[in-house]
T-cell receptor, first 118, second 111 residues
Framework: ETGVTQSPTHLIKTRGQQVTLRCSSQSGHNTVSWYQQALGQGPQFIFQYYREEENGRGNFPPRFSGLQFPNYSSELNVNALELDDSALYLC?????????????????FGPGTRLTVL | AQSVTQPDIHITVSEGASLELRCNYS??????LFWYVQSPGQGLQLLLKYFSGDTLVQGIKGFEAEFKRSQSSFNLRKPSVHWSDAAEYFCAVGYGQNFVFGPGTRLSVLP
């Protein structure tokens, strides 16, 4: 058990809808990263938040957005859902000392949210 | 661009046999390397990591990995596989705020 929790476990939406996924970080961690894992593939980096600021973004469109709260929990929001958004969404927390130094802190993953878009 | 390749999509071994999962990476600087394991429908569990120092690192569940800079490899090994090791294994390279994962190797274990 990593101490990283995600909700909900499963979610079914229809195309065009909006969805919010939630993540609670491991105690003491100030950095949250979100990943999308399509079936049969490795996780793909969406973005990272460090101390409530976006700290990097992968190759995902702006309709993927996020927030990090003062208690370091986080939300992933996806607008205008598309069928290809169906995936397992993983949240990972870490303790970031200074991301600009290029140090990759060990990331601890939650169990994920399985999103199905119909 | 950074990338990770795992040449074996699926490996099947007998219980008690040895295991080696291959990982090659492309990264211009000193890499931070990780192996994670994922059981069906679950999140990723960290097996081991390499930041610096001794190139042979020990992890949980009896796994170890060896960093070979000259070959840009970070292969995962286990001397004797247990049925509970059946899962998907991901190699990752970390840099800054990003982790780049390989496509994964699915391990099946025969009784």
């Amino acid at each position: 058990e990593t101490g990283v929790t995600q909700s909900p476990t499963h979610l079914i939406k229809t195309r065009g809808q909006q969805v919010t996924l939630r993540c609670s970080s491991q105690s003491g961690h100030n950095t949250v990263s979100w990943y999308q894992q399509a079936l049969g593939q490795g996780p793909q980096f969406i973005f990272q938040y460090y101390r409530e600021e976006e700290n990097g973004r992968g190759n995902f469109p702006p309709r993927f957005s996020g927030l990090q709260f003062p208690n370091y929990s986080s939300e992933l929001n996806v607008n205008a859902l598309e069928l290809d958004d169906s995936a397992l969404y993983l949240c990972a927390s870490s303790f970031g000392l200074n991301p600009s130094l290029g140090v990759a802190d060990t990331q601890y993953f939650g169990p994920g949210t399985r999103l199905t878009v119909l | 661009a950074q990338s990770v390749t795992q040449p074996d999509i699926h490996i099947t071994v007998s219980e008690g046999a040895s295991l080696e999962l291959r990982c090659n990476y492309s990264y211009g600087a000193t890499p931070y390397l990780f192996w994670y394991v994922q059981s069906p429908g679950q999140g990723l569990q960290l097996l081991l990591k390499y930041f610096s120092g001794d190139t042979l690192v020990q992890g949980i569940k009896g796994f170890e990995a060896e960093f070979k800079r000259s070959q840009s490899s970070f292969n995962l090994r286990k001397p004797s596989v247990h049925w509970s090791d059946a899962a998907e294994y991901f190699c990752a390279v970390g840099y800054g705020q990003n982790f780049v994962f390989g496509p994964g190797t699915r391990l099946s274990v025969l009784p």
